[in-house]
């Protein structure tokens, strides 16, 4: 469930692109499958308003609405910043990444030193996905962008599980 906030924001963003409520609605349902913002996942509200900045950025070029970044008090002021947000398609996207770092770091504490390093933890990728931790790494680094969305659920769990063990 979104935050009330966010809520306002996908309002606010079809306001500024003036799409009227058919066309609204329209894309809630064939972006995200719904029929009103209260149903959106975080994932589909993201979706949502890459659709609402494409639109409110067309139109604006168009010169058939006004830049409501004229307004320093616009909400909408970097027109790229929800189409930036999401990852390639399929790919693991941030609050995905974020979890798994936040997991990371939590499960360092348990690990011996020698462990606590990127290669270990695309060791335990490889263990949770298949996926040859090669794959994972560049330069001794986690490759955010070699994960997919599917990989990095794979991991969050397998990371939930293991520090479940270490805790108890």
């Known amino acids: 469930m979104l935050a009330p906030g966010q809520l306002g924001?996908?309002?606010m963003y079809a306001q500024y692109a003036r799409t009227g409520e058919a066309l609204f609605r329209e894309i809630l349902?064939?972006?995200a499958g719904v029929i009103s913002t209260k149903k959106l996942t975080q994932s589909s509200f993201e979706q949502v308003m890459a659709v609402l900045e494409t639109l409110?950025?067309?139109?604006?070029?168009?010169?058939?609405?006004?830049?409501?970044?004229?307004?320093?008090k616009a909400?909408?002021?970097?027109?790229?910043?929800?189409?930036?947000?999401?990852?390639p398609t399929g790919m693991a996207n941030s609050r995905q990444r974020?979890?798994?770092?936040?997991?990371?770091?939590?499960?360092?504490?348990?690990?011996?030193?020698?462990?606590r390093?990127?290669?270990?933890?695309?060791?335990?990728?490889?263990?949770?996905?298949?996926?040859?931790?090669?794959?994972?790494?560049?330069e001794g680094r986690i490759?955010?962008?070699a994960l997919s969305s599917n990989h990095s659920g794979l991991l969050i769990e397998a990371?939930?599980?293991i520090l479940r063990r270490a805790v108890s």
């Open 29 to 31: 349902k064939t972006h």
């Open 117 to 138: 390093s990127d290669s270990y933890l695309a060791g335990i990728a490889q263990q949770a996905t298949g996926s040859p931790a090669a794959t994972l790494l560049h």
């Open 56 to 72: 409110l950025e067309q139109r604006i070029q168009a010169c058939a609405i006004p830049d409501p970044r004229t307004n320093p």
């Open 143 to 145: 490759n955010w962008l």
């Open 159 to 161: 990371l939930k599980d």
């Open 75 to 87: 909400k909408c002021q970097n027109l790229r910043y929800w189409r930036d947000r999401l990852p």
């Open 98 to 115: 974020h979890q798994i770092q936040q997991l990371w770091a939590l499960l360092q504490d348990y690990l011996p030193a020698e462990q």
């Open 9 to 11: 924001i996908v309002h």
